[in-house]
């Protein structure tokens, strides 16, 4: 059986994506009730996923420089909650460093500076990326957004890079 692979940018403005085995793909938001994460929802995703050979893949977290203790507290809490869906629902997962995703996803892009530093500007690099591989995928959540959805391009090329690596 082919497999489902579901990539979870965790975070308020997050999103899910699930690629299925025929070529399919399927956006969401991060599931919200008046701006905070329903864990609820979201563990009935997870459990959506159940009889679909699905893998789970999702950041494992590190150090973000500059954010603070609340940010920082609020991510742990969301990872957490999706590392328990996948558990009590018996679906694979895998939490992978942003570098490790990223180096490989990023292949063939041009590295790309924030405007007056050295910094790398990941968002830009996986913006050209998801556009690379998925030419054809909205890349925005409703009629009217024009800007594409962060967290829904971070999701696609978490996805994408569990397919590729058969997780």
């Known amino acids: 059986m082919e497999k489902t692979y579901v990539g979870i940018d965790i975070g308020k403005l997050g999103a899910i994506v ?3 085995p025929d070529g399919g793909v399927k956006t969401m938001y991060m599931p919200l009730i008046n701006g905070e994460i329903d864990y609820q929802d979201l563990g009935n995703i997870v459990a959506q996923l159940v009889g679909l050979n699905a893998h789970v ?14 940010t920082a507290f609020s991510m742990g809490h969301q990872s957490g909650a999706v590392e328990m869906a996948c558990v009590a629902h018996h679906v694979p997962y895998t939490k992978v460093r942003a570098v490790d995703w ?5 292949q063939g892009v041009q590295e790309i500076t924030k405007t007056g530093t050295k910094k ?17 995928l909205k890349l925005t959540f409703g009629d009217r957004a024009k800007k594409p959805h962060d967290g829904l391009i971070d999701a696609v090329l978490l996805a994408e890079y569990a397919r590729r690596n058969r997780l």
């Open 18 to 20: 699930i690629l299925y």
């Open 57 to 70: 893949v999702f950041e494992k977290l590190g150090v973000i420089f500059g954010s603070g203790k609340s």
């Open 102 to 106: 990223q180096k490989q996803m990023f």
């Open 120 to 136: 790398r500007d990941t968002k830009a690099m996986a913006l050209i990326a998801v556009k690379r591989l998925f030419p054809d």
